[in-house]
T-cell receptor, first 109, second 115 residues
Framework: KNEVEQSPQNLTAQEGEFITINCSYSVGISALHWLQQHPGGGIVSLFMLSSGKKKHGRLIATINIQEKHSSLHITASHPRDSAVYICAVIKRVGNQFYFGTGTSLTVIP | EAQVTQNPRYLITVTGKKLTVTCSQNMNHEYMSWYRQDPGLGLRQIYYSMNVEVTDKGDVPEGYKVSRKEKRNFPLILESPSPNQTSLYFC??????????????FGDGTRLSIL
């Protein structure tokens, strides 16, 4: 049983398209993270959310605590956005992390 | 420069030969963690530490040991490695007592192959 489910697993988009990646979780959490993993393997934190919405450049992340769901949106997608996007949650009790299996995004020029 | 440093980056070794992967951070973070990443399974937490001398099991701790004797270092020890521990390993760190919305800083990863 996966505590965190992401969809879609794979996504191909044309440059300029609006992209949405979804994350659902089943445990009580203190925060949710969106991570980006580049083709070379390095991982960076994009957002940390415990409520509401955050925006950074062309990226927007939202979370609905009642529905246990988060979305990551990319507006005006660009080939440099091609990466694997990973949703992670911190369990409220114990500070343990659980991860989705990631969404592999390819943006075609 | 703020960073998490893992060593080695690549290692090929044989079953049963004890090995240690080191992790060091220079940001005075309380929280440090080890993850393994496998195709189809994603990232899974092995062990984590909320401060010096405080460690806890994650999702997949079997076959691994950790220690946190100093705040900056969190080594991962494989006492008797087996082929099913072949994986890509990441160390990460973050502040803990500034609230839950603290970014994790990841090391560059260690690709471990056990023959």
């Amino acid at each position: 049983k996966n505590e965190v489910e992401q969809s879609p697993q794979n996504l191909t988009a044309q440059e300029g398209e609006f992209i949405t990646i979804n994350c659902s979780y089943s445990v009580g959490i203190s925060a949710l993270h969106w991570l980006q993993q580049h083709p070379g393997g390095g991982i960076v934190s994009l957002f940390m959310l415990s409520s509401g919405k955050k925006k950074h450049g062309r990226l927007i992340a939202t979370i609905n605590i009642q529905e246990k769901h988060s979305s990551l949106h990319i507006t005006a997608s660009h080939p440099r956005d091609s990466a694997v996007y990973i949703c992670a949650v911190i369990k409220r009790v114990g500070n343990q992390f659980y991860f989705g299996t990631g969404t592999s995004l390819t943006v075609i020029p | 420069e703020a960073q998490v440093t893992q060593n080695p980056r690549y290692l090929i070794t044989v079953t049963g030969k004890k090995l240690t992967v080191t992790c060091s951070q220079n940001m005075n973070h309380e929280y440090m963690s080890w993850y393994r990443q496998d195709p189809g399974l994603g990232l899974r937490q092995i062990y984590y530490s909320m401060n010096v001398e405080v460690t806890d099991k994650g999702d997949v701790p079997e076959g691994y040991k950790v220690s946190r004797k100093e705040k900056r270092n969190f080594p991962l020890i494989l006492e008797s490695p087996s082929p099913n521990q072949t994986s890509l390993y990441f160390c990460a760190s973050s502040f803990l007592y500034r609230g839950p919305n603290q970014p994790q800083h990841f090391g560059d990863g260690t690709r471990l192959s056990i023959l």
